[in-house]
């Protein structure tokens, strides 16, 4: 079956600081990865995604993620965090019609 | 864009009740999907369907049912509502098969049961 998992229940950054947000994936076959973005009260919004082709994938926001096969990760990242980058972070892996998702990251930015 | 709405944002029921959620994309998407968000647990899907009046169980249906009788509705029913289905409860939908295509979320629905 595949699955991703999210080691880090909260990660905390200084604002300006680079942030990483961390995933490893188990899977068979090809990886379809995503990440997503939730804020208080609202609904997951897309940030970006992992099909095929390069290993860094930018998205929405400034933020990019490397997939890296020998390590089975996709990891999130951001050059340079800002306080409004606070939320509540998923990875996910699909198969099929289905979506899994890991538990979620807490990302709080400190001024 | 795509937009995905859900009927109620916050919403408080009694046990044993039968609560109605409803969900709208307006994509003409064919797959539409229920989880249920809980802290610590992340997303777990309780019910998907790919297309009208057809379902497929996700990996908590026990205690749910839905309905999908036109393409763009998808509701979720909680036949006898339990305090331990407290929760938020979250609606997607995606386009067809092809590879690259992500879910699109609704706001959710906070449900409390008392």
């Known amino acids: 079956a595949q699955s991703v998992a999210q080691p880090e229940d909260q990660v905390n950054v200084a604002e300006g600081n680079p942030l990483t947000v961390k995933c490893t994936y188990s899977?068979?076959?090809?990886?379809?990865l995503f990440w997503y973005v939730q804020y208080p009260n609202r609904g997951l919004q897309f940030l970006l995604k992992?099909?095929?082709?390069?290993?860094l994938v930018k998205g929405s926001y400034g933020f990019e993620a490397e997939f890296n096969k020998s390590q089975t990760s996709f990891h999130l990242k951001k050059p340079s965090a800002l306080v409004s980058d606070s939320a509540l972070y998923f990875c996910?892996?699909?198969?099929?019609?289905?979506?899994?998702f890991g538990t979620g990251t807490s990302l709080t930015v400190i001024p | 864009d795509v937009k995905v709405t859900q009927s109620s944002r916050y919403l408080v029921k009694r046990t044993g009740e039968k609560v109605f959620l409803e969900c709208v994309q307006d994509?003409?998407?064919?797959?539409m999907f229920w989880y249920r968000q809980d802290p610590g647990l992340g997303l777990r899907l309780i019910y998907f369907?790919?297309?009208?009046?057809?379902?497929e169980k996700g990996d908590i249906p026990e205690g749910y049912s839905v309905s999908r009788e036109k393409k763009e509705r998808f509701s979720l029913i909680l036949e006898s509502a339990s305090t331990n289905q407290t929760s938020m409860y979250l609606c997607?939908?995606?386009?067809?098969?092809?590879?690259?295509?992500?879910?699109?979320f609704g706001p959710g629905t906070r449900l409390t049961v008392l």
């Open positions: 997607a939908s995606r386009a067809g098969q092809g590879s690259s295509d992500t879910q699109y």
């Open positions: 899977v068979s076959g090809n990886p379809y």
């Open positions: 992992y099909i095929t082709g390069d290993n």
């Open positions: 996910a892996v699909r198969d099929g019609n289905q979506f899994y």
């Open positions: 994509m003409d998407h064919e797959n």
């Open positions: 369907s790919y297309d009208v009046k057809m379902k």
